[in-house]
């Protein structure tokens, strides 16, 4: 990131003259020489036999002494050094704290700090109460008002910056809002320093909250880095905020299915936790709209504990639905944006078919095909090539007996996706490969791909190799290793409903990358180099960078292929419920094709019903329409979105070349708040989607001033920890210092100049001439 240009210092120009001496000659020695003179010139005038007064001898004796000194001197060397500086003005810099967290209003409980704060803001006890004031809105006030900082550029350079996870020059104080979605306290620091490339800084004032949440520096890094400088630099820290835990309600998540069936009692499952609400009882409100579907009331148990409730509601119609979850505003609660969160469910009439082949039945299958089996809105059927003809393959509690593999067009239609597990091509024969390319190219259906020794390594000259999402390459199976390895989520995939294990982003992340509490890694994997245009890249192998699960549109399908076969290796901590989910949301996303084939035109979606401040929203509508010939639709449509406290605006999706039927295109959560995405239909009708924002758990997890950090590096780098109050006073009594550079350095001998030549016969006539008069000769 560019900071601002430096400015040229105001430079001041000063002299220094320095008498030194050639000689080699010790002290002591030349004293005892001028000593020794003292004692002759007193002899020689003491046994003067003329009758001048002494006063003339004593005249005549010192001028005589002075000759002496003049020649001692030249015998010395005499030399003048001319030293010529420049005299520069320190630094003194600021930085202050731009991130979300400054945006917290702050309930001074201390009365007399409360009174502080209200003096300096000019505000009324009354108004104080209305309003609730933000520690950006001190800063801007301290900034704004100071009679101080305008003088002090008299005396020094100034610099201010602003700071959140990157540090940004601030060319011309001007009003500051807080947006930054992390704080790097140190690290700013240290490139403050760095940026004045060398300049004495007179000290650095920090305005912050001192939460600091990124970077590679600790305040300890920072402080040393500050004090080890040629001219250590204070550190004045300005803690912004209280140490007071807010009292807060958050909806922290919900957990529900993503479809169900219509009549079937669903359950939603919330997740709540507060601070300063123990023992109150407060209600939880299922929504649709503003239709009430369920209600409970929760006592709030103890104090940053998980606390969870169920709701369950029963959908008659089939539709899909925005259920939302809320938490009413309570008494002295610091904010409501986390008092909501939403959910999509699509309610359908009838179960999800699928059908799992496999050939062996290796650990994968055993667990894939419970999961598949005991899921209540899932209608399975599952294959198992190398059984016994008697052997009787598992299958869902209603799900009809089947002989093998669909053989017609007829026998593929009772499904609605298909999951292939490790099966020759050979065994799978080039008729139901077919049937399989047509039921999702022409019918919309669904195909998931899991990997080993066959799949899919021999497909790629196979009526199959379209429907892969990747290129197969002939393989070496490089993807074995001694030590667990683990994989990375793309920024497609942090967003992807097939990827979304938790309802909260960072969490979600945490959960597929962290080595420690994450989900356990894999020992194999089938190694992939590219994939095929179109395809989105769900997750890559962490150090590698090796595709390892990807999706794609086939024609009116989808398509999902996996390179890892050991998922149910993440039962070994979490049993069924990642495990479940996860492949849950697999079918679910393959299938969609047809699960949303019937009678309905328009489908307009985003892809997750919350985002983090920053992130990108994918937006999808897809318009069946069998009157309209695809080619005859418009490479655009137009969508209206509005977010919060904003204005409404469109946008264009474009036309998905793999996919005909949709149009996609992306938003940004530039804004904390509830946003609403519409599209109006042909019919005149409208149709929208709505979405939550939240600020980023990092700067919204913990909000209290931490005067710890902030007091330890003033402490350690000599400065002060100061009150906003005391901000002014401080820099009333603050004097910069100033640096002297020597710019050169000039010698003049003063021994081997005429004007010393000339002082010394001019001493001599002197005391000739007065001894004539003193008729001394």
Not at 192 to 208: C, E, H, M, T
Not at 361 to 388: G, K
Not at 555 to 566: C, I, Q, S, V
Request: glycine fraction near 6%; charged fraction near 25%; charge should be negative.
């Amino acid at each position: 990131m560019l900071l601002f240009t430096l400015a040229a210092n105001p430079i001041q120009e000063a002299t220094d003259y320095t008498l030194k001496w050639g000689t080699s000659l010790p002290p002591w020695l030349i004293a005892l020489i001028a000593f020794l003179f003292v004692c002759w010139v007193y002899g020689c005038y003491r046994q003067e036999v003329a009758t001048s007064s002494r006063t003339v001898k004593f005249f005549l004796g010192s001028l005589r002494w002075i000759i002496l000194l003049v020649l001692l001197a030249i015998l010395c060397e005499p030399i003048l050094q001319k030293q010529f500086s420049e005299i520069s003005k320190s630094y003194v810099v600021f930085l202050i704290d731009s991130s979300l967290s400054m945006n917290t209003p702050d309930d001074y409980q201390n009365a007399e700090e409360r009174k502080e704060i209200l003096t300096l803001l000019a505000m009324e006890q009354d108004t104080a109460e209305k309003t609730r004031i933000s520690r950006m809105q001190i800063v801007n006030h301290l900034l704004a008002k100071s009679k101080r900082l305008p003088a002090l550029k008299d005396e020094c350079e100034l610099r201010f910056f602003t700071f959140d996870k990157e540090l940004s020059g601030l060319p011309n104080l001007q009003k500051l809002e807080a947006n930054g979605e992390l704080t790097n306290i140190y690290d700013s620091m240290v490139k403050a320093i760095d940026s004045l490339q060398g300049k004495r800084i007179a000290a650095i004032f920090v305005l912050s909250d001192g939460q600091h949440n990124t970077g590679r520096n600790s305040w300890q890094q920072a402080a040393e880095y500050a004090k080890q400088r040629e001219f250590p630099i204070p550190v004045y820290t300005v803690g912004i905020g209280t140490t007071t835990k807010k009292r807060d309600i958050i909806l922290a998540g919900v957990e529900g299915p993503e479809i169900a069936l219509v009549d079937d009692k669903v359950r939603f499952d919330v997740e709540i936790r507060h601070v300063g609400y123990s023992g109150e009882t407060v209600p939880v409100y299922l929504k649709w709209g503003e239709t009430r579907l369920a209600e409970e009331m929760v006592t709030l148990q103890k104090e940053d504990e998980m606390q969870k409730v169920a709701l369950y509601h029963t959908f008659r119609i089939p539709d899909d639905y925005q259920i939302t979850v809320v938490i009413p505003e309570q008494a002295g609660e610091f904010t409501s944006e986390n008092n909501m969160r939403q959910h999509n469910i699509k309610i359908i009439q009838q179960k999800l078919k699928v059908l799992y082949v496999e050939n062996l039945p290796r650990w994968e299958y055993r667990y894939l095909r419970n999961a598949l089996i005991r899921d209540e809105t899932v209608q399975a059927n599952t294959w198992l090539l190398s059984a016994d003809k008697e052997f009787p393959q598992d299958r869902s509690k209603n799900a009809p007996s089947i002989s093998g593999l669909p053989t017609t067009k007829e026998e593929m239609a009772a499904y609605h996706c298909v999951v292939l597990g490790d099966v020759p091509s050979e065994q799978l024969g080039e008729n139901f490969m077919k049937l399989l390319v047509d039921f999702i190219k022409e019918e919309g259906g669904g195909l998931a791909f899991i990997p080993g020794l066959h799949n899919p390594a021999e497909y790629w000259d196979t009526p199959l190799a379209d429907l892969l999402p990747v290129i197969v390459e002939q393989p070496d199976f490089e993807g074995s290793f001694d030590q667990q390895q683990r994989l990375r989520l793309t920024p497609e995939g942090k967003l992807h409903p097939i990827m979304r294990l938790m309802s909260n982003n960072d969490d979600n992340v945490q959960l597929w990358e962290n080595e420690r509490d994450g989900l356990p890694g894999f020992y194999w994997y089938f190694p992939v180099s590219q994939v095929k245009p179109g395809a989105t890249v769900l997750a890559v192998h962490s150090s590698r960078r090796k595709p390892l699960m990807v999706t794609q549109f086939y024609g009116k399908g989808k398509t999902f292929f996996t390179a890892l076969d050991e998922s149910w290796r993440w039962r070994f901590l979490y049993g069924d419920r990642y495990f479940y989910r996860f492949w849950g949301q697999v079918v679910r996303h393959v299938a969609m094709g047809l699960l949303t084939s019937g009678t309905r035109k328009y489908y307009l979606r985003v892809d997750n019903t919350q985002y983090t401040l920053g992130e990108v929203v994918n937006v999808v509508l897809r318009v069946r329409d069998p009157n309209t010939r695809q080619s005859d639709r418009p490479g655009e449509w137009e969508i209206f979105y509005k977010i919060p406290a904003g204005e409404d605006e469109s946008k264009k999706l474009k036309k998905n070349p793999n996919d005909p039927d949709s149009y996609e295109g992306s938003l940004l959560a530039s804004r904390i708040g509830n946003y609403k995405v519409w599209i109006k239909t042909e019919e005149g009708k409208e149709l929208n989607t709505i979405f939550h924002v939240v600020a980023p758990t990092a700067e919204t997890e913990n909000t209290k001033l931490n005067e710890d950090d902030l007091k330890h590096i003033a402490k350690y780098t000599d400065g002060k920890y100061l009150k906003p109050y005391e901000l002014e006073k401080f820099l009333s009594q603050l004097t910069p210092d100033t640096q002297k550079i020597t710019s050169f350095v000039r010698e003049e001998l003063l021994w081997d100049t005429p004007s010393l030549f000339w002082l010394l016969v001019g001493l001599f006539t002197l005391e000739w001439i007065l001894r004539k008069l003193a008729r001394m000769l």
